[in-house]
């Protein structure tokens, strides 16, 4: 009951605006990546990586420095973040466990003061809370062919990545198009890029083996 009334005390800024006044509440991105390192953005030090649109976002906006991971897996991560609760409290604390629809998130909080919600790119919370946004749409590969994608949904086969489609971002324009002009947004985007394949040789090795 403190978690939720934590909740709710914390999307009480976010509001519906009262009958008659302009709704000026600020539209919300939230970017989740897979396999990405606190020290792997250009804001962060790293010397390789490029990352300039992120570091504009980094330099406008607020950064935590100090963050702790409480369990270092995919989806029972995103579990937590969507649900503000520790993993072993989601009841989808494992890999590949669905979240139970009996679990609140903060989604449904935004979506009630008024916000239009949606989701692009990796989705990995199970089907029974895909109705608490207003729209979700998948990427299409994560090594192989998701058949919960949006080519797939077509009745497309994926024959080769292009750009940014199999990161799921390409889904993000579309879904700001579509969106209702009349109300701010939610916009939950979670990006493959930091997961794919790697190619050996593109970047150089901090060590050797044998000097571990």
């Given at each position: 009951m403190r978690l939720l009334s934590l909740i709710f005390i914390t999307f009480a800024a976010f509001a519906a605006p009262a009958l008659g006044q302009a709704d000026m509440r600020p539209n919300i991105v939230f970017i989740i990546a897979d396999d990405l390192a606190w020290d792997d953005l250009g804001c962060t030090g790293n010397p390789r990586v490029r990352t300039p649109n992120l570091d504009r976002l980094a330099k406008g906006g607020m950064r935590f420095t100090n963050a702790y991971l409480t369990i270092s897996s995919c989806s029972p991560s995103?579990?937590?973040?969507?649900?503000?609760?520790?993993?072993?409290q989601t009841d989808a604390?494992?890999?590949?466990?669905?979240?139970?629809?009996?679990?609140?998130?903060?989604?449904?909080?935004?979506?009630?003061?008024?916000?239009?919600?949606?989701?692009?790119?990796?989705?990995?919370?199970?089907?029974?809370?895909?109705?608490?946004?207003?729209?979700?749409?998948?990427?299409?590969?994560?090594?192989?062919?998701?058949?919960?994608?949006?080519?797939?949904?077509a009745g497309k086969i994926v024959q080769k990545v292009v750009g940014d489609a199999r990161s799921?971002?390409?889904?993000?324009?579309?879904?700001?198009?579509?969106?209702?002009?009349?109300?701010?947004f939610f916009l939950w985007l979670a990006a493959l890029d930091p997961h794919r394949d790697y190619d050996e040789g593109i970047l150089e090795q901090p060590h050797k083996p044998g000097d571990v």
């Amino acid at each position: 009951m403190r978690l939720l009334s934590l909740i709710f005390i914390t999307f009480a800024a976010f509001a519906a605006p009262a009958l008659g006044q302009a709704d000026m509440r600020p539209n919300i991105v939230f970017i989740i990546a897979d396999d990405l390192a606190w020290d792997d953005l250009g804001c962060t030090g790293n010397p390789r990586v490029r990352t300039p649109n992120l570091d504009r976002l980094a330099k406008g906006g607020m950064r935590f420095t100090n963050a702790y991971l409480t369990i270092s897996s995919c989806s029972p991560s995103r579990a937590s973040i969507i649900t503000g609760t520790y993993p072993h409290q989601t009841d989808a604390e494992q890999l590949h466990w669905p979240l139970p629809a009996d679990r609140l998130t903060f989604v449904e909080l935004l979506k009630a003061s008024g916000y239009w919600t949606a989701a692009a790119g990796k989705w990995h919370l199970g089907s029974a809370v895909k109705d608490r946004f207003d729209e979700v749409r998948e990427a299409d590969v994560s090594g192989f062919q998701l058949p919960t994608g949006e080519a797939a949904k077509a009745g497309k086969i994926v024959q080769k990545v292009v750009g940014d489609a199999r990161s799921g971002c390409d889904q993000w324009v579309p879904l700001l198009k579509a969106r209702p002009t009349d109300k701010p947004f939610f916009l939950w985007l979670a990006a493959l890029d930091p997961h794919r394949d790697y190619d050996e040789g593109i970047l150089e090795q901090p060590h050797k083996p044998g000097d571990v």
